[in-house]
């Protein structure tokens, strides 16, 4: 037996908080075990033996249980005395036994002779328990009697206790999660022995479970307790860690970091809400005690605040009409939900337990049987109350107040030069962060109402851009990712100062050999006026956030080596996270010039020499984070080459894309002038060198199919889009310098498909050409040839074929006038016979009898024809 499970028996507990030894099943187990430790001299041991039992320790057990049931009988004891009902009596009974079975750590067949030898002796037992409830003892194992003794403490001693007593309890957390684990047993019990299924643990557990209803029912809600004990080693706070306001006097109409910016930008008016708060403020309320005379629960920490505030709910719905009247256009339906989140304010606020918000919802409920009858026309009810702690009450309000000022807000940030849009974008990701939390803690549908609400608002892909587009790096369009279990995953609150201490500057870091210098020499074509040029300073521009990206945080040490990777690693985490949120084309777009720009960039990086990142530590760390950032957001269809890196091909590869990219504006920019259209020539000229590099291992062109793309991504084969076009276009050949130097880069010669797919065959499976001729050769001869000279086939065709002519000659017999003709050649000789037969007979002059006929039968004589 588990050292654990000793430490959990009624002593222990009892041991552990006081007000057990006050309780009735104390009492009655104390007076049980007084008759178990007395050994007497009664020797029973013949008694048992014919049971089969030869353990020792079990025929003493059962001498002693022999002993507690005489003496019951007896009437040495009167349990009438300690309980106040017979009605718990045998669970009593079953409770002593069970800790003493766990003591003793007996295994299930001494259980078994145990429950037998006590099953027989009922005679005992009914003089002990109500006379309609017969004590019964079931067969189980040592396991699902510890489960039941857990269920036992739980509900016998802990279920009815008061608060001060879950405090004691709180003091050892073994203790309190014991507690807990009887509540989920209970529960677990309920699910696990639905009515009707029979074994041995569920007849136990469903007839305990039957007389524990007898007390449920006196409860207004078991949940707050169930609560209550779920939430004892969570200390109840605000999302911020903020600790509870438990005086109930606080007054605040909305959230005071909201209310701020509200009042700073002078648009906390815009609503009804705020001064509809302020109002329900001035109705009062002191209790008297016919407001609360039904709340009886022990559990409640909060009692005079709660009748209270409920008596201020009170005086507020007997005056609803007139109050709801002073708004204008305030829809009534509006009305009931600004006062059902103001009482979550107040409650919320208040330092009570589950118990004391159940009860103030008990206490409404009547309320509202009664105000049913009413005169007033509008009325408010706590329809959706699902059992609500606290935190969540301060969360359903924070969040709806924030949606009812949220066209305010998003006015506000339409502001350019509004001083407080940092802090309005700051609030929004606050709240976008509650969201992510409420959803993935509404198991219960708490915060069913407020999760429709802000998805009704912010599902649409539109409201979502613009907060993009006006709070960026927030992670904003993440919210209805439902991969992600935070808003932001790969950020985690730090200091920035700390974060920029440790990425040092690396302006005099001399490095080993740096790649891409050696375009050093290249005219820098990236002309600002360019599309790529655009999206390239979106892609590398700096981080601006108060958030450390601590994805990137293992690249920190080899900062020093490799400078500037740690902050090309942020901004590309960035720069992944706003494509996750792209669609379609855009998104394919964007990837594309993410892969050309992060290779571009690594190769600034000093010290990245090899070109497999396997053969660097840098790299290897750098795409391991890549792909674990793609895999969080989901991105499936943009990936980067780690294998045999070669960057001055991938800068070949960006040269081209981007060309591609800027040949519309290019083109449509008409003529230029001076030296800047010397300089778009130049740049012309440059791509042309690297087009005609490439253009034989990117297109494949056919006759009559026009060019194959076989690297779409850089490279397109429309010969619309070569060189020479734009050559032409700018008129570069008025340029002396250019004139001589631009050679036309044509595409590859087209060749037949149909030519080049047998060319493509002969060479490499050659046999598929000769298919044909073979199977024109075989089928002749060789063919003929197997099937004669397979002894099987000749048997089989010469059975057949005397089958068939069979077959042919009964068809001719049965169904063609030959047959009638064989039949005709044997009648024909019975027919000479009976002629001369008739001859002789007409020869006698036989007469015939010319009697009645028509009282006989007509007999026709039949012969075949």
Not at 527 to 556: H, Q, W
Request: aromatic share 14%; hydrophobic share 30%; glycine share 4%.
């Amino acid at each position: 037996m588990s050292k654990l499970r000793n430490n959990f028996t009624l002593s222990d507990l009892a041991n552990k908080c006081n007000f057990i030894r006050k309780l009735d099943l104390y009492k009655f187990y104390e007076e049980l075990d007084k008759l178990y430790k007395d050994e007497g001299n009664h020797n029973l041991y013949d008694m048992f033996s014919h049971l089969g039992v030869e353990d020792p320790d079990v025929i003493k057990f059962l001498k002693k249980i022999t002993r507690i049931l005489k003496g019951l009988s007896n009437q040495e004891i009167s349990v009438d005395k300690l309980t106040k009902t017979k009605n718990n009596n045998c669970t009593y009974f079953k409770y002593w036994l069970y800790d003493k079975l766990i003591i003793h750590g007996l295994q299930k067949q001494d259980i078994k002779i145990i429950s037998d030898f006590l099953n027989s002796k009922k005679n005992y037992l009914d003089k002990i328990v109500s006379s309609n409830k017969p004590c019964k003892f079931y067969k189980l194992n040592l396991n699902d009697i510890y489960e039941l003794k857990n269920i036992f403490d739980y509900s016998e001693i802990f279920h009815d206790a008061d608060i001060s007593i879950y405090d004691e309890i709180l003091k050892d957390p073994k203790y309190l999660n014991y507690l807990k684990n009887g509540l989920s047993l209970y529960r677990r019990g309920k699910i696990r022995c639905l009515s009707g299924k029979k074994n041995e643990y569920c007849n136990e557990f469903n007839e305990y479970a039957n007389n524990c209803n007898n007390y449920e029912t006196r409860l207004p809600y078991l949940s707050c307790r169930e609560k209550f004990l779920s939430s004892l080693l969570k200390k109840d706070t605000t999302s911020k860690g903020e600790p509870l306001r438990g005086d109930g006097t606080n007054e605040d109409t909305l959230d005071s970091t909201l209310y701020k910016l509200l009042e700073k930008d002078k648009i906390v008016a815009k609503t009804h809400i705020n001064e509809f708060y302020k109002a329900l403020n001035t109705y009062n309320g002191t209790y008297t005690v016919n407001t609360c005379n039904l709340l009886t629960d022990n559990l409640m920490k909060e009692k005079d605040a709660i009748c209270n505030l409920f008596r201020r709910v009170e005086n507020i719905l007997e005056k609803w009409d007139d109050f709801v009247s002073k708004y204008d256009n305030l829809d009534p339906k509006d009305a009931c939900d600004y006062l059902n989140y103001w009482i979550y304010g107040k409650i919320g606020n208040l330092d009570g337990s589950p118990c004391d918000i159940d009860n103030f919802y008990f206490l409404w409920h009547k309320h509202s049987i009664y105000e049913s009858k009413n005169k007033n026309k509008n009325k408010c009810f706590n329809e959706k109350y699902y059992g609500f702690n606290t935190e969540e009450l301060r969360n359903k309000k924070k969040v709806f107040d924030f949606l009812v000022y949220y066209e305010s807000i998003k006015n506000k940030l339409k502001e350019a030069k509004n001083e407080c849009k940092k802090d309005y974008c700051s609030y929004i990701k606050h709240i976008f962060e509650l969201y992510k939390i409420m959803e993935w803690k509404n198991d219960s549908h708490s915060y069913k109402e407020e999760l429709i609400l802000f998805q009704n608002k912010f599902s649409s892909n539109k409201e979502l851009y613009y907060l993009e587009e006006n709070c960026p790096d927030m992670c904003l369009g993440f919210v209805f990712n439902k991969k992600l279990k935070t808003l932001c995953p790969f950020e985690e609150n730090t200091s920035l100062k700390l974060t920029k201490e440790k990425v040092k500057q690396c302006e005099n870091l001399v490095s080993n050999k740096v790649p891409g210098e050696i375009d050093k020499n290249n005219e820098d074509y990236n002309f600002s006026s360019l599309p790529s040029a655009t999206v390239y300073n979106k892609l590398n521009g700096e981080v601006i956030t108060d958030y450390y990206y601590s994805i990137c945080e293992k690249l920190i040490p080899l900062n020093d080596k490799h400078c500037g990777i740690y902050n090309l690693c942020t901004k590309l985490v960035r720069n992944l996270k706003e494509l996750s949120t792209m669609k379609k084309k855009e998104r394919t777009d964007r990837c594309e010039y993410i892969i050309h720009w992060i290779y571009h960039e690594i190769s600034k990086i000093p010290n990245i020499i090899s070109e497999n990142i396997y053969e660097s530590v840098a790299l290897r760390e750098f795409f391991n984070i890549v792909y674990n950032v793609l895999r969080k957001l989901d991105i499936t269809n943009c990936f980067f080459n780690t294998i045999n890196i070669n960057f001055n091909e991938h800068k070949e590869k960006k040269y081209l894309h981007d060309y591609f990219k800027n040949y519309d504006k290019i083109k449509n920019e008409g003529a230029c002038n001076g030296e800047e259209c010397k300089k778009y020539c130049k740049y012309v000229l440059f791509i042309n060198e690297i087009y005609g590099k490439h253009i034989n291992k990117c297109c494949y062109c056919y006759k009559s199919e026009g060019c194959k793309e076989n690297y779409p991504y850089y490279f397109k084969c429309d010969d619309n889009y070569n060189p020479h076009t734009l050559f032409k276009k700018l008129k570069c050949n008025n340029f002396e310098e250019f004139r001589e130097k631009f050679k036309k880069a044509d595409t590859p010669m087209p060749e037949d498909h149909y030519v080049k797919r047998l060319a493509y065959i002969s060479l490499n499976v050659p046999h598929l050409l000769n298919r044909d001729n073979k199977k024109s050769s075989i089928i002749p001869d060789v063919v003929s040839d197997k099937i004669t000279s397979d002894p099987f086939h000749t048997f089989a065709l010469g059975s057949f074929g005397f089958l068939g002519v069979l077959l042919i000659l009964f068809i001719l017999y049965r169904f063609t006038p030959m047959g009638s003709y064989f039949n005709n050649r044997n009648t024909r000789n019975k027919e000479s016979y009976f002629e001369n037969f008739e001859h002789q007979f007409l020869e006698h002059n036989v007469q015939f009898n010319r009697g009645n006929t028509q009282n006989r039968r007509m007999r026709i004589a039949y012969h075949q024809a």
